[in-house]
């Protein structure tokens, strides 16, 4: 247990699907991440949230959609992913960033 | 720019071995410094940090020295185990990562 709590831990999903990743974190920290990890490459920070503010989207598709309801919670809403899409989804939070992220497990993503 | 340049993977090596990772970052300012480590199927946990120049973070008998002249941030430890196969992530702070090295342990 990480302190950050990422569901579920894998997922299949077709390309004409609908599905969220859910990450919890009771750390108290204000600023959450979601990162991509593909083999053999870097890890890809997606989008960035601070006090429940988006302060942060890599030019990431619209497919995908995150949501930060509260300062615990953050969500990523996938529809009509694609092959390519299949990763690792990692959630972090900090507080602040310079002090570190703590990361969840990760929720293993393949879409068939 | 900014950016963190890590040496390229995999690294092999037999158990108790001297290991070191080398890292390198590039930045305006003295950012604080960071390892990850990933074992297999699981997210990146902190390894260690360091928070300014001369700084060392270490845990587990992993160690890395903040060096503001050489602009680095190399990882070692003086006797692997089995155990520390995985990957390992240098990072600096404003989320710039690395692109991981894989340690590999051979008993």
């Known amino acids: 247990e990480t302190g950050v709590t990422q569901t579920p831990r894998h997922l299949v999903m077709g390309m004409t699907n609908k599905k969220s990743l859910k990450c919890e974190q009771h750390?108290?920290?204000?600023?959450m991440y979601w990162y991509k990890q593909s083999a053999k490459k870097p890890l890809e920070l997606m989008f960035v949230?601070?006090?429940?503010?988006?302060?942060e989207n890599n030019s990431v598709p619209s497919r995908f959609s995150p949501e930060c309801p509260n300062s615990s919670h953050l969500f990523l809403h996938l529809h009509t992913l694609q092959p390519e899409d299949s990763a690792l989804y990692l959630c972090?939070?900090?507080?602040?960033?310079?002090?570190?992220?703590?990361f969840g497990s990760g929720t293993r993503l393949t879409v068939v | 720019g900014n950016s963190v340049t890590q040496m390229e993977g995999p690294v092999t090596l037999s158990e108790e071995a001297f290991l070191t990772i080398n890292c390198t970052y590039t930045?305006?300012?003295?950012?604080?410094l960071f390892w990850y480590v990933q074992y297999p199927g699981e997210g990146l946990q902190l390894l260690l940090k360091?928070?300014?120049?001369?700084d060392k973070g270490s845990n587990k008998g992993f160690e890395a020295t903040y060096r503001k002249e050489t602009t680095s941030f190399h990882l070692e430890k003086g006797s692997v185990q089995v155990s520390d196969s995985a990957v390992y992530f240098c990072?600096?702070?404003?989320?710039?990562f690395g692109q991981g090295t894989e340690l590999s342990v051979k008993p």
């Open positions: 949230y601070n006090f429940k503010e988006q302060t």
């Open positions: 930045a305006t300012g003295y950012p604080s």
């Open positions: 972090a939070s900090s507080q602040p960033p310079d002090y570190g992220y703590t």
């Open positions: 750390l108290g920290h204000n600023a």
């Open positions: 360091a928070t300014k120049a001369d």
């Open positions: 990072a600096r702070g404003k989320l710039i």
